[in-house]
Antibody, heavy 121, light 108 residues
Framework: QVQLVQSGSEVKKPGASVKVSCKAS????????VSWVRQAPGQGLEWMGW????????NYAQKLQGRVTMTTDTSTSTAYMELRSLRSDDTAVYYC??????????????WGKGTPVTVSS | EIGLTQSPGTLSLSPGERATLSCRAS???????LAWYQQKPGQAPRLLIY???KRATGIPDRFTGSGSGPDFTLTISRLEPEDFAVYYC?????????FGQGTKLEIK
């Protein structure tokens, strides 16, 4: 079964960092990209960035540049998203998604269930 | 950055009715780069349509995507109880994605 399994919920203090994992199952991660999307409580979807599991190339949303790092470990078919200098407005559910961008189409067809991250003092 | 505006914000309809959801881009968007997602409370988004009009695997044919930049439409021909959810359009441009703010489809 093709799926992405994410790590569990996190509670962090302002200024701390969080690292969320996303393990691929049922497919080979290194032939795809992975996008990360977050959703603040009661809000819409916000794209955070993308990483190619093939070569590690990344592209981050401008507003998160300098605070976010996305990596992959192809030996374990796992993608990671680290967000630093956390603020209260980083409180959200963080999703990873298989990215099918291939110059012809761009979309995300498999999503993890999401990792809730709460930032609170 | 291309912005996407979805309308209406909330759509109240009854099962069996037809739903028409709109997504307008702030500038022209390639049809190939336009997708639609459905999200139910407490769940991850689910891909419905990609390439503006191509149904994703397993999506019923009552879901139809159409349009070309900058105006796109998602039509649900006969609403089923499970179709009441929030719908997002998404576009890709200059190595970045953006989402519309969503349309909530609620039972009337």
């Amino acid at each position: 079964q093709v799926q992405l399994v994410q790590s569990g919920s996190e509670v962090k203090k302002p200024g701390a960092s969080v690292k969320v994992s996303c393990k691929a199952s049922g497919f080979t991660l290194n032939t795809f990209g992975v996008s990360w999307v977050r959703q603040a409580p009661g809000q819409g979807l916000e794209w955070m960035g993308w990483i190619s599991a093939h070569n590690g190339n990344t592209n981050y949303a401008q507003k998160l540049q300098g605070r976010v790092t996305m990596t992959t470990d192809t030996s374990t078919s796992t993608a990671y998203m680290e967000l630093r200098s956390l603020r209260s407005d980083d409180t959200a559910v963080y999703y990873c998604a298989r990215d099918r961008g291939d110059y012809f189409y761009y979309y995300m067809d498999v999503w993890g269930k999401g990792t809730p991250v709460t930032v609170s003092s | 950055e291309i912005g996407l505006t979805q309308s209406p914000g909330t759509l109240s309809l009854s099962p069996g009715e037809r739903a028409t959801l709109s997504c307008r881009a702030s500038q022209s968007v390639s049809s190939s780069y336009l997708a639609w997602y459905q999200q139910k409370p407490g769940q991850a988004p689910r891909l419905l349509i990609y390439g503006a009009s191509k149904r994703a695997t397993g999506i019923p044919d009552r879901f139809t995507g159409s349009g070309s930049g900058p105006d796109f439409t998602l039509t649900i021909s006969r609403l089923e109880p499970e179709d009441f959810a929030v719908y997002y359009c998404q576009q890709y441009d200059s190595s970045s994605y953006s989402f519309g703010q969503g349309t909530k489809l609620e039972i009337k």
